[in-house]
């Protein structure tokens, strides 16, 4: 729960500080939308390395949805 709730706090910058983000400079519009988002995924991530009992398994899946979205903003920026 704990690391769950690190890992959402950790990402409320990053739309907070985002122009394009719909939250831009609204404080508690990132902090609720990052809360209730990545808490979520924290939660997921924390539970998936629990039940491995290997943190790799987290840090690849943290990784590839990272990179898919990497990969749709990128698509965003050259219009394809």
Do not use: C
């Not at 959402?8 to 939308?33: C, Q, V």
């Not at 995924?41 to 629990?50: D, K």
């Amino acid at each position: 729960f704990g690391s769950a709730l690190l890992f959402s706090i950790y990402h409320i910058p990053m739309r907070y500080f985002n122009e394009k983000s719909t939250y831009f400079h609204d404080l508690w519009g990132s902090i609720s939308a990052t809360v209730s988002e990545q808490f979520v995924m924290g939660l997921f991530l924390g539970y998936l390395v629990y039940k491995s009992k290997n943190v790799w398994h987290g840090v690849w899946l943290h990784s590839f949805l990272n990179g898919i979205s990497f990969v749709y903003q990128l698509s965003l920026w050259l219009k394809l």
